[in-house]
T-cell receptor, first 113, second 115 residues
Framework: LAKTTQPISMDSYEGQEVNITCSHN???????ITWYQQFPSQGPRFIIQ???TKVTNEVASLFIPADRKSSTLSLPRVSLSDTAVYYC??????????????FGSGTRLQVQP | ETGVTQSPTHLIKTRGQQVTLRCSSQ?????VSWYQQALGQGPQFIFQ???????GRGNFPPRFSGLQFPNYSSELNVNALELDDSALYLC??????????????FGPGTRLTVL
């Protein structure tokens, strides 16, 4: 299983851009990189997913270098409601069979007014 | 929001008892996974079911077992409860299409407390 490493916590202020980096040195060729957001006592919520280079959607951007051994989630202009735990995951397996997602401890983002 | 529901919301049991947690989805997605999340930690993969068969398992003992039904809903059963089983139990559904995408849709979880 591909293991991920993220900072334990980060602090930011409203309106700032936040970049959270995740390292995944043993990522497999077929693995995608996915980021989830989790609020207290709720299930994780999908944010963004990518394989290489850059992916952007309405809430975030994901930057993946050529060697794919790390990735960076970028949240533009955060607000108080972005205070949550953010998890970086890499999948294990390619087909619809065995798939074991590995969550690390995540990054606890605290946004201040 | 995700269309995934779990029941019950909260549950209190004592050591040695057995518990059954339930999960269903409105989406028709046929792959369901269960995760255990201890306080302050990330979710840990328990197992996955695809078309009513277990096809992936994490590092959990056999007293953690599950079922998936023809309508794709699922149960997690835990026997001989231990204090360390106290956690938030999450289920997640995923479209059963082939490919490497791992987008999963999580339910709100069941908070289990073992006394």
């Amino acid at each position: 299983l591909a293991k991920t490493t993220q900072p334990i916590s980060m602090d930011s202020y409203e309106g700032q851009e936040v970049n959270i980096t995740c390292s995944h040195n043993n990522i497999a060729t077929n693995d995608y990189i996915t980021w989830y957001q989790q609020f207290p006592s709720q299930g994780p919520r999908f944010i963004i997913q990518g394989y290489k280079t850059k992916v952007t959607n309405e809430v975030a951007s994901l930057f993946i270098p050529a060697d794919r051994k790390s990735s960076t989630l970028s949240l533009p202009r955060v607000s108080l409601s972005d205070t949550a735990v953010y998890y970086c995951l890499v999948g294990d397996g390619f087909d619809t069979g065995r798939r074991a997602l590995t969550f690390g401890s995540g990054t606890r983002l605290q946004v201040q007014p | 929001e995700t269309g995934v529901t779990q029941s019950p919301t909260h549950l209190i049991k004592t050591r040695g008892q057995q518990v059954t947690l339930r999960c269903s989805s409105q989406s028709g997605h046929n792959t369901v996974s269960w995760y255990q999340q201890a306080l302050g930690q990330g979710p840990q993969f328990i197992f996955q079911y695809y078309r009513e068969e277990e096809n992936g398992r994490g590092n959990f003992p056999p007293r953690f077992s599950g079922l998936q039904f023809p309508n794709y809903s699922s149960e997690l059963n835990v026997n001989a409860l231990e204090l360390d089983d106290s956690a938030l139990y999450l289920c997640a559904f995923r479209p059963g299409t082939s490919g490497a995408q791992d987008t999963q849709y999580f339910g709100p979880g069941t908070r289990l407390t073992v006394l």
